[in-house]
């Protein structure tokens, strides 16, 4: 199983940043599929969801207008769209793989993640 996240980079704030996450078909095309964000000195904290199938979408409230997640089943791959970049969006960002095509927010509820990209926003 892999997870291949690219993407990131090195933006100014009000910038924008499109990651891209391409999984292995089998494990990933009836799962739902998710970004998460790690911050030096801080936890990995969920950023946002998408269901099986793309229908539904969650997002945490810090990114909620801001950030975009869509999928593409026939390529296994799901991106992130980020918008208005805030100093505060810098971390290492994750895409993770469900147990299940629907998914709460909780770490366990993913069993597989890529190796994460560096996403930097100056001030």
């Known amino acids: 199983v892999q997870l291949q996240a690219s993407g990131g980079g090195l933006v100014q704030a009000g910038g924008s940043l499109r990651l891209a996450c391409t999984a292995s078909?089998?494990?990933?095309?009836?799962?739902?599929m998710a970004w998460f964000r790690q911050a030096p000195g801080k936890e990995r904290e969920f950023v946002a969801s998408?269901?099986?199938?793309?229908?539904?979408?969650d997002y945490a409230d810090n990114v909620q207008g801001r950030f975009t997640i869509s999928r593409d089943r026939a390529a296994s791959t799901v991106a992130l769209q980020m918008n208005s970049l805030k100093p505060e969006d810098t971390a290492v960002y994750y895409c993770?793989?469900?147990?299940?095509?629907?998914?709460?927010?909780?770490?366990?509820?993913?069993?597989?993640w890529g190796q994460g990209t560096q996403v930097t926003v100056s001030s």
């Open positions: 993770a793989v469900s147990r299940s095509s629907f998914t709460g927010r909780g770490l366990t509820n993913f069993n597989y």
């Open positions: 078909k089998r494990t990933s095309s009836n799962n739902a």
């Open positions: 998408i269901s099986w199938n793309g229908g539904v979408t």
